[in-house]
């Protein structure tokens, strides 16, 4: 079944050799990298010690270091390769010519015959272990100095797919070697500092998951933009992962909080993104190669690849792997598609995140905003601007301009030397753990990817400013736009009594700002999430047939494809939304403030005109409170008791807080806590909490009637100065008379801080007034408030502040 491999006679051995030329990866472990090389040693070490645990690893085998040094002592090798190398290092021989030079050499070298033999009687075995057969594997490289945390070699090496039969695994083996000298290889150990003669090279041979008839992608232990460590990111595809690795393609994108895992009642998936995903690398039948691209369907690009349960069991799987390594962890795996199972296929160390200081927080601020010309998944938490390079072909990558922003479709290991040069980087197609991404992020400058237009609509010489500090999206604009870079140390910020909390309206932008030194969110705008990312007016989805105008009905219809009830998609973002918030600052406190669009915000929304009135003064009108009780809106305010109750009850969060605005009266309070009862969110129940705004005169008036009704308050500084004083606060005319330090509003915030503190009830305040006013921040410290929220970009500015006032009180 099975012929003998060609190769040149062996001599006889005078004994038994003593180094293996093979081992199984059952017999090898972390401690063995200078054996089979990062890759290898981690295959072992998870089959020895984490398949106990549930972890599906499939099996292998792998050549030793010891076995590429019997391949370079044959037929001169090693002297061919020393002498070109030299050659190369003494400049009198270009990368490429020495790189061809190499790899022809060791392609022409044949195996020793006792590692022939050594290789294909491993292959026997693990094709009976898999039932007979040709069985099919993955060949791949394992550079002994690979996947070393200081080190990530992203992919310098050749990997083979669908491998089959003895004479095709040699071949494989062989062109897996050469490999190790490819040019991209030989300029990177350069870079890096490895002696090339001092890295050798292991193969790993692994039996294939059928991914090809099912989905496969990689996963993270740590969010890869802002290093937050308590999220899990997993990328996924349908086929082999290889698209996945590479950035051929834009994958889906999964967020699972890691820390509420352990109960498996609870679905913490805190986001979820469809990427586009528009081919995928399957088995070839016939022909010379043994995989081929081609397109999805219609109906793939728009289907997750994977569903719930198979994300929150990676992302499990994930943390046992990182809790193993007790280190951030880049992890590859696959989906079975003839069985259903996932496997893992890959793990190694993060690179880049897991070095980071946590003491010190580097922002980027925009100064000024352009026409956005595209936009893509944002990478590096960095802007740049530059002149447009627009590079098609790696072979043309000497076209590109030091400093210029480069335009392309993907990248690959011969892009580097270009991404070297350059201020940032924008790419057609890629996920988050592409080769643009993770080369970029090693690199310090930013990306935009999966972008799908970039290189039709960018040109060669167009002056851009590329943004990467807006959260999760990063945009192109137009022109280049003045931008801050600041560095805070964290470190050097004073401890406060009071509570400190931010503002936090973007779930985009929750991740970024983890270091800095809050307790919990303060505030959370609902608002944002509905306008930003569901865009569609939750009655439109209650009653659809009351959407009159055809290009919202396409919309909606489009927005909602996949939900059988289109209530599902509102309920589903928010909670989301909320959820990305909260799980930020988890276990600290997270106050979400119930919607309070006004009439003219909600008719924007799509199906918004159908139900909304037209109203002289909306910011006095049916805002607030007042619709969640309404028959006109309570169908809607129903929506958003489900995604906040889904968020508590089936996410896990309970640190999540409502927050009910613009509550005229108690006994309009009545009837919202009686609505939001009905709706399965009791106050007390599970223990909710429920507090209230505190932005309307009659909430100070009447603050004991208040507190016997809610749990706390948090003063809305921007609306009761406005009340308070009878400005309109978007009224340019009368903006010198708007201050928050006016006598009235201040009378008005200690009669609230003092009744709330008789009642027993917290009360706080969400604003900029104390990040922007010394005196107004000693204010609140002499009133006593028990926490102050910021915007985050002014939590830094405003700590010593407000340490220095309650030094000042003591």
Request: proline share 5%; with cysteine; aromatic share 8%.
């Amino acid at each position: 079944m099975f012929g003998e491999p060609e190769t040149r006679p062996e001599p006889a051995a005078s004994g038994p050799r003593a180094e293996p030329l093979v081992v199984t990866f059952g017999e090898v472990g972390n401690d063995q990298v200078g054996l089979v090389g990062g890759k290898n040693a981690s295959l072992g070490e998870l089959l020895r010690t984490l398949r106990c645990k549930g972890i599906r690893v499939p099996d292998g085998y792998a050549t030793t270091s010891f076995a590429y040094e019997r391949l370079l002592d044959s037929g001169g090798l090693r002297a061919k390769i020393a002498e070109a190398l030299g050659r190369f290092h003494g400049g009198l021989a270009t990368l490429e010519a020495t790189g061809a030079a190499i790899r022809s050499a060791m392609l022409a070298t044949e195996f020793p015959g006792d590692l022939a033999r050594a290789i294909v009687e491993a292959y026997r075995a693990l094709c009976k272990q898999y039932g007979g057969g040709e069985t099919d594997v993955a060949v791949r490289s394992s550079a002994t100095a690979e996947d070393l945390p200081e080190a990530s070699f992203a992919g310098q090496q050749e990997s083979f797919l669908n491998v089959r039969g003895e004479a095709e695994l040699l071949g494989a083996c062989r062109r897996c070697y050469a490999s190790l000298f490819t040019d991209r290889a030989i300029a990177y150990r350069k870079a890096k500092g490895f002696d090339d003669l001092k890295v050798a090279l292991s193969i790993g041979v692994q039996k294939m998951v059928r991914a090809d008839k099912g989905s496969s992608g990689v996963i993270f232990t740590i969010d890869t933009e802002t290093g937050f460590p308590n999220a899990a990111i997993v990328n996924a595809a349908w086929g082999l992962g290889e698209y996945v690795v590479k950035g051929t393609i834009t994958p889906d994108q999964y967020t699972v909080f890691k820390p509420l895992l352990n109960d498996l009642r609870l679905k913490p998936i805190v986001e979820k993104k469809l990427g586009s995903k528009e081919k995928k690398l399957v088995y070839a039948s016939g022909g010379a190669q043994s995989t081929v691209g081609v397109e999805t369907t219609e109906a793939e690009r728009r289907a997750w690849a994977l569903g719930d349960e198979d994300i929150l069991q990676l992302a499990y799987w994930a943390c046992l792997i990182e809790r193993h390594y007790c280190k951030p962890m880049d992890i590859e795996f696959a989906k079975d598609g003839e069985t259903g199972e996932l496997f893992i296929v890959q793990a190694r160390p993060e690179t880049v995140q897991s070095r980071r200081s946590a003491g010190s927080l580097l922002t980027y601020t925009l100064k000024a905003k352009g026409r956005e010309l595209v936009s893509g998944i944002s990478v590096g938490e960095r802007i740049a601007s530059g002149r447009i390079c627009r590079v098609l072909k790696a072979e043309d990558i000497g076209q590109v301009a030091p400093g210029s922003i480069l335009v392309t479709e993907m990248t690959d290991p011969d892009w580097v030397p270009a991404m070297k040069k350059v201020a940032g980087i924008v790419t057609d197609c890629g996920g988050r753990t592409c080769h643009a991404a993770i080369v970029s992020r090693e690199l310090g400058i930013p990306a935009i990817v999966g972008t799908g237009v970039a290189t039709r609509v960018l040109a060669t010489g167009q002056e851009a400013t590329l943004s990467c500090a807006e959260g999760d999206k990063g945009h192109v604009y137009e022109g280049l736009l003045p931008f801050e870079a600041a560095e805070t140390d964290l470190s050097t910020l004073p401890p406060t009594r009071t509570r400190i909390m931010l503002n936090v309206g973007s779930p985009e932008e929750a991740f970024r700002w983890w270091r800095l030194p809050a307790q919990g969110v303060g505030l959370a705008r609902m608002e944002f999430i509905i306008g930003n990312h569901i865009k569609i007016h939750p009655m439109a989805l209650r009653k659809f047939e009351a959407v009159t105008d055809e290009r919202a009905r396409r919309e909606i219809l489009d927005r909602t494809r996949g939900y059988e009830d289109m209530s599902g998609y509102f309920v589903d973002l928010l909670a989301r939304g909320i959820a990305k918030i909260a799980a930020s600052q988890y276990p600290h406190p997270a106050i979400v403030r119930l919607s309070d669009f006004k009439t003219n915000e909600y008719a924007n929304l799509i199906g918004g005109t159908a139900f909304e009135p037209s109203e002289e003064n909306p910011m006095l009108g049916f805002r607030g409170a007042s619709r969640y009780y309404s028959p006109r809106y309570r169908e809607g305010f129903d929506l958003e008791c489900r995604a906040i109750r889904k968020v508590r009850s089936e996410m896990g969060f309970t640190n999540v807080k409502v927050m009910v605005p613009f509550c005229r009266t108690p006994e309009e309070a009545d009837k919202v806590l009686a609505a939001m009862a009905e709706n399965g969110l009791k106050r007390g129940a599970d223990g909710l909490s429920v507090y209230v705004m505190c932005e309307i005169p009659s909430n100070a008036i009447l603050a004991d009637e208040f507190a016997r009704r809610f749990d706390g308050f948090s003063i809305g500084s921007n609306d009761l100065t406005q009340l308070v004083l009878g400005v309109d606060r978007d009224s340019p005319g009368l903006a010198y008379l708007f201050d928050e330090r006016h006598e009235a509003v201040k009378r008005t915030i200690r009669e609230v801080v003092r009744k709330a503190h008789e009642a027993g009830k917290h009360v706080g305040i969400c604003g900029q007034a104390p990040s922007d006013f010394p005196d107004f921040a000693a204010f609140l410290v002499e009133c006593g408030i028990d926490s102050i929220s910021l915007n985050p970009d002014s939590l830094a500015q405003a700590i010593p502040r407000i340490a220095e006032a309650e030094r000042s009180a003591t």
